[in-house]
């Protein structure tokens, strides 16, 4: 399976020192959410002309159709039929470039994991590992958008697993913006901290409670007017700026994707510039250097369903340790 690890790896490889309007060839394999979002990323940022896409299996050229593929990278919608299963067993490819875009993707996938939630016997929405889920999706689209130049995208999918009566679900985005390193130096926090390298501003990112976002950039006492200032001169004939971006998040949602990956044995891969993070089934962080850097930040995690399921019967037994104590 061609997941985010191997597109680390295959897309500088093979489309990084070619022209934009060479032939760039999609080998037949399966393509995970993870490998798409990256795909998207790289295509926009090497400019790549949709036409030179050429794609070994017919099939899998449909299904980065009906995943969105051109519409999102290109604003040309190839798919010829109704997208019947979006919004139930997939999210579409989701360009992040405008609060809009943001907005759009996270109440996208968001409804679409809830449609995973609900499927079949699965009713596992109300657990409070799910809603986590659904708060980090928000979280890493605002973070995409900050600081990823327009080269972000976001795609979500429900897969089975082969072998396995269970499905997973996985979630992946990815841009080609500053990436973490770079981002850390911009606010100043990487000569405070010390940090000088991709592994080192990974793993300061992740830590709970740190974020870049939090850094004071601006003069603390320069006058502001709110983002819903509509009119009128508050502060007289001054000009003054507008605060802000219209992102609101704190960007912590890594500490939180960790925190998700090591509590529901899920697979979570970061990377940016030279390092790859991963943890497989709850164990611990490992790294590796990249032989490519990655321009920018790539996330993928992918949760099974049974994880969550587990998660739900466990909370509900706490409920009911709980009203047994109340009980007496």
């Known amino acids: 399976m061609a997941d985010l690890v191997e597109a680390l790896d295959w897309l500088p490889k093979h489309y990084g020192h070619l022209d934009a309007t060479a032939e760039h060839r999609v080998p037949d394999k399966y393509y995970s959410p993870g490998f ?17 896409v050429v794609f070994d299996n017919d099939n ?22 109704e997208r019947k299963n979006a919004g139930v067993n997939y999210a579409p490819l989701t360009p992040l470039a405008s609060q809009d875009d943001v907005d759009k993707a996270t109440a996208q ?7 995973y ?7 596992y929405g109300r657990s409070p590992a799910f809603k986590e ?60 901290k010390g940090i000088n390298s991709d592994r080192e501003a990974i793993e300061w990112c ?29 502060f007289g004939s001054a000009a003054v700026a507008v605060s802000g971006n219209g992102n609101h998040h704190q960007g912590l949602g890594l500490a939180k ?23 497989r089934r709850g164990g611990s962080p490992r790294y590796r250097r990249l032989a490519e850097p990655w321009k920018g930040v ?21 409920v009911r340790d709980i009203m047994n104590l109340l009980r007496g």
């Open 109 to 115: 996938i968001n409804s679409c994991l809830r449609a």
């Open 36 to 52: 798409i979002a990256a795909f998207a990323a790289y295509l926009t940022l090497k400019k790549v002309n949709q036409e030179s």
């Open 257 to 279: 994707l960790v925190e998700l990956a090591k509590s529901y044995h899920g697979v979570l891969n970061i990377a940016s510039g030279d390092c790859l993070m991963m943890m």
């Open 298 to 318: 790539a996330v993928s995690l992918s949760i099974k369903e049974s994880s969550f399921m587990a998660a739900k019967a466990d909370e509900a037994e706490d």
């Open 60 to 81: 899998h050229e449909g299904y980065f159709s009906a995943v969105g593929l051109a519409k999102a990278v290109w604003g040309k919608d190839d798919y010829l039929y």
């Open 117 to 123: 939630a609900s499927y079949g016997a699965a009713d």
């Open 133 to 192: 889920l659904t708060h980090v999706v928000g979280e890493m689209h605002d973070n995409v958008w900050s600081h990823g130049l327009n080269t972000g995208f976001s795609v979500a999918q429900r897969q089975a697993i082969k072998g396995d009566s269970d499905h997973a679900i996985e979630f992946s985005l990815a841009d080609c913006g500053m990436g973490f390193l770079e981002e850390l130096k911009r606010s100043r926090i990487a000569s405070q």
């Open 206 to 234: 992740i830590q709970e409670g740190n974020s870049s976002k939090l850094a004071k950039l601006e003069d603390e006492w320069a006058q502001s007017v709110p983002e819903d200032f509509l009119g009128g001169k508050l």
